[in-house]
T-cell receptor, first 112, second 114 residues
Framework: EDKVVQSPLSLVVHEGDTVTLNCSYE??????LLWYKQEKKAPTFLFML????IEKKSGRLSSILDKKELFSILNITATQTGDSAVYLC????????????FGTGTKLQVIP | DTAVSQTPKYLVTQMGNDKSIKCEQN?????MYWYKQDSKKFLKIMFS???????INETVPNRFSPKSPDKAHLNLHINSLELGDSAVYFC?????????????FGPGTRLTVL
């Protein structure tokens, strides 16, 4: 069964800090890894990673994938209170069913 | 607005009732999903449809029955509701299932069973 484990489960930091969120996975026939941010409502898409070692960047957020060691990290620099959310990691397999498996999420709280 | 929409946003009902949640996407996607998110925020896939055909059916009680009248719609009907069905149900859609595409989520339907 496909499995996604995120750590830490929760994190409290001060504004301006840099955080690193971790995601490790076991999946049959890996196709892609996705990061989402969930505030009060629906998850919103951040990044999709398919190749090892290529950093994806969007403003203060960046992410990288290691397909050999089966993990990804999401970095947030100069955190702001608006970054407070649950960050979800998911993996999609390339089997006939294209299943997407989510991790339990990391709850990030940024305090002023 | 191009989006994934769900109705209703909130649903409060008694045990034993039957209810439906509707989902529509106007993004031109051909794959749609239903997820259940529990109180601990764990998102678990329930069903996936590709071009109106069921392609994923996880271990979900057969009280839950999805129906896809066309590519843009995926509805979820729940019979004989139980307390444990209380959760947020998210609909999502994505581009062709053969590719590495992200999913776009609807706003969720918070179901409370009393």
């Amino acid at each position: 069964e496909d499995k996604v484990v995120q750590s830490p489960l929760s994190l409290v930091v001060h504004e301006g800090d840099t955080v690193t969120l971790n995601c490790s996975y076991e999946v049959t026939n890996f196709r892609s890894l996705l990061w989402y941010k969930q505030e009060k409502k629906a998850p919103t898409f951040l990044f999709m990673l398919t190749s090892s070692g290529i950093e994806k960047k969007s403003g203060r957020l960046s992410s990288i994938l290691d397909k050999k060691e089966l993990f990804s990290i999401l970095n947030i620099t100069a955190t702001q209170t608006g970054d407070s959310a649950v960050y979800l990691c998911a993996v999609r397999n390339s089997g006939g069913y294209q299943k997407v498996t989510f991790g339990t999420g990391t709850k990030l709280q940024v305090i002023p | 607005d191009t989006a994934v929409s769900q109705t209703p946003k909130y649903l409060v009902t008694q045990m034993g009732n039957d209810k439906s949640i509707k989902c529509e996407q106007n993004l031109g996607h051909d794959t749609m999903y239903w997820y259940k998110q529990d109180s601990k925020k764990f998102l678990k896939i329930m069903f996936s449809y590709n071009n109106k055909e069921l392609i994923i059916n996880e271990t979900v009680p057969n009280r839950f029955s999805p129906k896809s009248p066309d590519k843009a719609h995926l509805n979820l009907h729940i019979n004989s509701l139980e307390l444990g069905d209380s959760a947020v149900y998210f609909c999502a859609s994505s581009l062709p299932s053969g590719g590495a595409y992200e999913q776009f989520f609807g706003p969720g339907t918070r179901l409370t069973v009393l």
